[in-house]
């Protein structure tokens, strides 16, 4: 089975930006999509962004313009850029893989944590 593991999580100020990175264990964009979700205490887990196999990138109304999914296929590895980040982006930050022709994912990181506070 695939592993991932996210890092790049911290602390940051409203405006300011970080990048959060998630490693797989194998070589898998070629025919694996890959999600980043983010999760508030208390709340449902809410799919931010997302890049296709193809490298087709999607996002959410509520962070479009400001986060941006990439990928670096040598490294195996996918980003989550937040720009401009805002309180209610303090969550904790999960990335997630799934085959193109599946609707269930394949693979979950733990997660990383992100804090956004003056």
């Known amino acids: 089975q695939v592993q991932l593991v996210e890092s790049g999580g911290g602390w940051v100020q409203p405006g300011g930006s970080l990048t959060l990175s998630c490693q797989s264990s194998g070589t898998i964009f070629r025919f694996n999509a890959m999600d980043w979700y983010h999760q508030a205490p208390g709340t449902q887990r809410e799919l931010v962004a997302s890049?296709?196999?193809?490298?087709?990138?999607t996002y959410a109304d509520s962070v479009k313009g400001r986060f941006t999914v990439s990928r670096d296929s040598s490294k195996n590895t996918v980003f989550l850029r937040l720009d401009n980040v805002r309180p209610e982006d303090t969550a904790i930050y999960y990335c997630?893989?799934?085959?193109?022709?599946?609707?269930?994912?394949?693979?979950w990181g733990r997660g990383t944590q992100v804090t956004v506070v003056s």
């Open positions: 890049l296709t196999s193809g490298g087709v990138a």
């Open positions: 997630a893989t799934k085959k193109k022709i599946s609707i269930r994912y394949e693979s």
